[in-house]
């Protein structure tokens, strides 16, 4: 089994900042996918943040406001957020995708951290 464990959601006003952080363990061989999600309140999941292979993708409502990033060394994935807006309220979701031990694919996620933008 491999987990993922997200953290870092708090309360903060809007225009404030956070990071969130995902640790993954386990029997992992190899990572070929990590990416954070959110899902507010009433909506569906949807994509923030992926990093594959070393290329970033963002969401249109994030743009030039979070950032990615990953340390391979220690199987995490980082999330940057900066000019928060309450629309950024939800609850946000990382995934991660690869190989473990023995040799079987695994798609994970975690628990999920809230993030509530409010003044």
């Known amino acids: 089994q491999v987990q993922v464990v997200e953290s870092g959601g708090d309360l903060v006003q809007p225009g404030g900042s956070l990071r969130l952080s995902c640790a993954a363990s386990g029997s992992i061989i190899s990572m070929y996918f990590m990416g954070w999600y959110r899902q507010a309140p009433g909506k569906q999941r949807e994509l923030v943040a992926v990093v594959i292979g070393g290329i970033e993708n963002y969401a249109d409502s994030v743009k030039g406001r979070f950032t990615i990033s990953r340390d391979n060394a220690k199987n995490t994935l980082y999330l940057q957020m900066n000019s928060l807006k309450p629309e950024d309220t939800a609850v946000y979701y990382c995934?991660?995708?690869?190989?473990?031990?023995?040799?079987?694919?695994?798609?994970?996620w975690g628990q999920g951290t809230p993030v509530t933008v409010s003044s």
């Open positions: 995934n991660a995708r690869g190989v473990r031990m023995p040799a079987n694919n695994f798609d994970s």
